[in-house]
């Protein structure tokens, strides 16, 4: 099965979309690349190609895991299967 979003491990708070046209109440399938494993999630809002959909609930404060790296924090509140973008994410370099 074609991944809809990948991960790098099971500690990555994101996943990136991989493909295009994701709508709210899409179940999508979440490849793990360290491990080869699959698991689903559903989408919650239209995740763009290429953006982030949020693998974990997320406070305000949290930060962000990507492909094992830290990306970012988060400065709104969202739920596992959100899309994850500037308006609830920012930089910790400024």
Request: net charge negative.
């Amino acid at each position: 099965m074609k991944p809809d979003i990948v991960i790098h491990d099971t500690t990555d708070s994101v996943g990136v979309a991989v493909v295009e046209g994701i709508e709210e109440g899409q179940e999508l399938s979440v490849w793990i690349m360290d491990t080869n494993e699959t698991k689903s999630i559903v989408a919650k809002d239209a995740i763009p190609l290429g953006h982030k959909i949020a693998m974990v609930d997320l406070a305000e404060g949290d930060t962000l895991i990507k492909y094992g790296y830290d990306i970012g924090k988060v400065v709104e509140a969202c739920g596992t299967g959100h899309h994850v973008h500037v308006h609830n994410v920012k930089t910790k370099k400024w």
